[in-house]
């Protein structure tokens, strides 16, 4: 079945340092991907998506690029703020099934 | 419009009791999601409701979990004689008819912190 692989956490970084969270997927077709973030204490949030290859999606700063080549969806951010802080869930939906998450990713950013 | 709403925030149960969790969906979206969160792991499926219709419950487990989502109320995620292993934040979450089934993006509640002693 449908899979997404992220990379493991936690992930600590220094303000203003470059964000990178891998993503990879296994899916049949052309699936629909995501990125969730949680802040402590709260729900999923839907932080950016993107639909189809090559299209990149971005939020608050944040990108991450649809590539089928590589299966990846990898999210990104140049500068990072503590405000960053939270878990990080790359998730993929293909048509007609269930969305699939991955197992999260802690970020940590120190002032 | 409110959000998709969770209660109660914060449940404790003694093994053997049931958990009752409650979620109404966003106004005007007819498919509910529940997912259960462990500690320090990520979200797993339980079930896929519509109105009066289980549409996928392939993530819940065989025995003592039950879900429902009535043509009125809230959809109701029920844990009979809870165990230990049931200790878990459980989120629900909606998203709207014109999406279709398993399209588009979800919409979270907050989450259900169920404690069993």
């Known amino acids: 079945g449908d899979s997404v692989t992220q990379m493991e956490g936690p992930v600590t970084l220094s303000e203003e340092a470059f964000l990178t969270i891998n993503c990879t997927y296994t899916?049949?077709?052309?699936?629909?991907l995501f990125w969730y973030v949680q802040y402590p204490g709260e729900g999923l949030q839907l932080l950016l998506k993107?639909?189809?290859?090559?299209d990149k999606g971005s939020n608050k700063g944040f990108e991450a690029t649809y590539r089928k080549e590589t299966t990846s969806f990898h999210l990104e951010k140049g500068s990072v703020q503590v405000s960053d802080s939270a878990v990080y869930f790359c998730?993929?939906?293909?048509?007609?099934?269930?969305?699939?998450f991955g197992p999260g990713t802690r970020l940590s950013v120190l002032p | 419009n409110a959000g998709v709403m969770q209660n109660p925030r914060h449940l404790v149960r003694r093994r053997g009791q049931e958990a009752r969790l409650r979620c109404s969906p966003m106004k005007g979206h007819s498919h509910v999601y529940w997912y259960r969160q462990l500690p320090e792991e990520g979200l797993k499926f339980m079930v896929y409701l519509q109105k009066e219709n289980i549409i996928d419950e392939s993530g819940m487990p065989k025995e003592r979990f039950s879900a429902e989502f009535p043509k009125e109320g809230p959809s109701i995620l029920r844990i009979q004689q809870v165990v230990r292993g049931d200790s878990a934040a459980y989120f629900c979450a909606s998203s709207p008819p014109e999406q279709g089934a398993y399209t588009g993006e979800l919409f979270f509640g907050e989450g259900s912190r169920l404690t069993v002693l």
């Open positions: 998730a993929l939906e293909n048509y007609g099934q269930n969305f699939v």
């Open positions: 993107a639909t189809k290859a090559d």
């Open positions: 899916a049949t077709g052309y699936p629909s």
